[in-house]
């Protein structure tokens, strides 16, 4: 799995010099040998691989109100061990948004590696970050145990000093990708 995990990350073409160094920090972390998934709650090891995916209808995005994290962030959820980030996505998609779905590119479009904050803060999470088609009139049944609320906002309407730093980022790939 080392190797796919490896090879999903070497797929992304980075944005800027910030997701080109996160690469190569990634790729080395990687390599290394350590323990890419967390294996106890809430942080065990400091540091794992998390699958954010995406919802996009249009010039909209769904983000969730996260209990824990105190911010407005794209759905996902931890790697487990032995399996594909993109696995993580099916599973998780289902699991707190109770839909099916269909990913907008095979490839993860973003990477990022944000020490967390929150409740369950002081731990580095490695974001791959997918885009999945969404549909604005779609009824969602969202895990009422992770999150207060679920919404989607228009792209200039997001609330950037409450979500993931990395937020602007996903949002200029995404245009550039999708030629907006």
């Known amino acids: 799995m080392r190797r796919a995990i490896r090879a999903e990350v070497q797929s992304i073409a980075p944005l800027d010099e910030v997701e080109r160094e996160t690469v190569e920090q990634v790729l080395r972390w990687v390599d290394s ?5 967390r294996i106890e ?7 794992h691989l998390v699958s954010y ?3 996009v209808d249009g010039d909209h995005v769904l983000l969730v109100d996260h209990i824990n994290a105190e911010r407005w962030l794209p759905t996902g959820g931890h790697v487990e061990p032995g399996e594909h980030p993109r696995d993580t996505v099916r599973r998780e998609v289902r699991e707190e948004l109770g839909i099916e779905h269909d990913f907008l590119f095979a490839e993860p479009l ?4 944000v020490e967390t904050v929150g ?3 002081h731990h580095t999470d490695v974001s791959l970050w997918y885009a999945l088609r969404g549909d604005r ?4 049944r969202y895990d009422a145990s992770e999150f207060h609320s679920v919404r989607w906002f228009h792209r200039d309407a997001i609330p950037f000093g409450q979500s993931d730093p990395h937020m ?12 907006r």
């Open 110 to 113: 973003l990477i990022s590696s």
């Open 41 to 47: 709650k809430p942080a065990t090891p400091p540091r």
């Open 33 to 37: 040998g350590a323990s890419l998934c």
């Open 53 to 55: 995916f995406v919802l």
């Open 137 to 140: 009139e779609q009824a969602l």
């Open 119 to 121: 409740k369950t803060a």
């Open 168 to 179: 602007r980022r996903f949002l200029e790939k995404l245009a550039l990708r999708v030629g």
